[in-house]
């Protein structure tokens, strides 16, 4: 309410940058999670917002943003950060929807395309974004982590050589995971420290492709496909044991929900997840799958948002309080 009443004059257009108020909200329970969608329509920016307490879209206006941001990095604590190319120079920024408010970030000590993740911390009032290998498999470039509060990029340990199984990245309990080939598991990098580990996590047998997902305190999830192309297939969630290294099986998508989400066998899905929930979504759908593990309850999310075919989603947790600096 108070955002769409910023317009009625230059006071309730300044309250959302009174330090009062943001103090006061900071104490305010979570408005809850919200799926945040993105895309880009003839040039223009466009995003949705889904609020999962109140089952309803809400579009934000991003036309704020510059025209180069154009990659969903992620979002965290209540920011969102976005990276792109502005002519030939990589560019990364975080913003915080509600307040309209943004900023790009310095220039990388390698400032080349990279995977990145950013990372909030509410009590510091800061935030962090790591800067993996580059997306073209440069495995010569430092890690690089951003520190808002010394507003620079700090460089770390070289990620050791190692072929990965996806771009895709968890980070929970202050560590970052990537899927790995060879060796077989997981590479796992420690914030505290800013070194690398090689985790023997071996992957469940036929398994075509997963998503490792974050989920609460050092909850680490693996979603993915078991089966052959053309044959019986199902999706399953297996939660890593940290003591055994080994991962447990905890959950299967019901036949009715796969065959649904993926209508052909060798059909691409997308997942990411939040604070134990986990969304599944994949090309031609105008609608999205969602699991709570601690409910074991599936859903459907419906809507036109996520039907563009160039569109990109993550969890999203509105907070005024957010802030960019």
Known sequence: MIFRLRSVCKRWNSILQD????KFHSQ???????????????????????????????????TFLPHWAFWLVGSSGG???????DGSTFKTLVCNPLTQTWRTLPSMHYNQQRQLMLVVDRLDRSFKIIATSDIYGDKTLPTEVYDSKLDCWSLHQIMPAVNLCSSKMAFCDSRLYLETLSPL??????LDTGYWE??????????????????????????????LYCTLQSMRIWELDHAKVLWVEISRMPPRYFRSLLRLAAERFECFGQDNLICFTSWNQGKALLY???????????????????????FYEPRFDASIH
Do not use: E
């Open 19 to 22: 330090n009062g108020f943001l």
């Open 198 to 227: 090689h985790i023997p996590a071996k992957f469940p047998r036929s398994m075509l492709d997963g998503y490792l997902v974050a989920g609460t305190q050092k909850r680490l999830f693996l979603v993915g496909r078991i089966g």
């Open 185 to 190: 598991g997981l590479m796992m990098y420690r």
């Open 79 to 85: 920011l969102v950060s976005f990276s792109g190319v």
């Open 28 to 62: 305010v329970p979570s408005h809850g999670p919200c799926l945040l969608t993105f895309w880009k329509n003839s040039q223009t920016l466009q995003c949705s917002v889904f609020s999962l307490p109140l089952k309803q879209w809400y579009r934000i206006p991003f």
């Open 292 to 314: 709570d593990v601690d409910k074991k309850v599936w859903s459907w999310i419906a809507g036109c948002a996520l039907q563009s075919c160039n569109s990109q989603a993550c």
